[in-house]
């Protein structure tokens, strides 16, 4: 992971990538709040949570996390962690592909790492869920 600092609370959520661009991490919470670049937070419109470091020109890391110090308890339920690839100077393909890796926290504590390698650039609108091509993968909060 990059060395860039980044929050951590009751839960975070950890972005980076293989190749210099502008990839974005969508989460969305149980009460089916998004958060991403265009709505960090923390406010009730993402249930506290907040995009601490939004990367344009690197490998990340972006970040999202609910603070011990706003006193910002996450919600419980599923979470939907997701990858928008927003620009990158060569395309994503076979020849060019682009691993993404997600590190979830829970309490400072390692949680889950994902890893996923992408070979075409895939897009959903910010759109996160169980059903979203750029879904990375699911995690339960409780």
């Given at each position: 992971?990059?060395?860039?600092?980044?929050?951590i609370?009751?839960?975070?959520?950890?972005?980076?990538?293989?190749r210099?661009?502008?990839?974005?991490?969508?989460?969305?919470?149980?009460?089916?709040?998004?958060?991403?670049?265009?709505?960090?937070?923390?406010?009730?419109?993402?249930?506290?949570?907040?995009?601490?470091?939004?990367?344009?020109?690197?490998?990340?890391?972006?970040?999202?996390?609910?603070?011990?110090?706003?006193?910002?308890?996450?919600?419980?339920?599923?979470?939907?962690?997701?990858?928008?690839?927003?620009?990158?100077?060569?395309?994503?393909?076979?020849?060019?592909?682009?691993?993404?890796?997600?590190?979830?926290?829970?309490?400072k504590?390692?949680?889950?790492?994902?890893?996923?390698?992408?070979?075409?650039?895939?897009?959903?609108?910010?759109?996160c869920?169980?059903?979203?091509?750029?879904?990375?993968?699911?995690?339960?909060?409780?």
């Amino acid at each position: 992971m990059n060395s860039a600092c980044v929050g951590i609370g009751y839960l975070s959520f950890t972005l980076t990538w293989s190749r210099n661009g502008d990839g974005d991490l969508v989460i969305t919470t149980p009460n089916n709040k998004r958060i991403y670049y265009d709505n960090k937070g923390p406010s009730t419109d993402t249930d506290q949570g907040q995009l601490d470091r939004d990367d344009r020109t690197g490998t990340g890391p972006e970040n999202i996390f609910w603070s011990y110090n706003y006193n910002s308890t996450p919600p419980t339920g599923v979470y939907y962690a997701c990858f928008e690839p927003y620009q990158f100077d060569l395309n994503i393909s076979i020849i060019n592909p682009l691993s993404v890796t997600l590190s979830a926290l829970r309490l400072k504590n390692v949680t889950l790492i994902v890893t996923k390698t992408y070979t075409s650039t895939i897009r959903n609108s910010y759109q996160c869920n169980s059903t979203s091509p750029t879904l990375l993968t699911s995690i339960n909060y409780f």
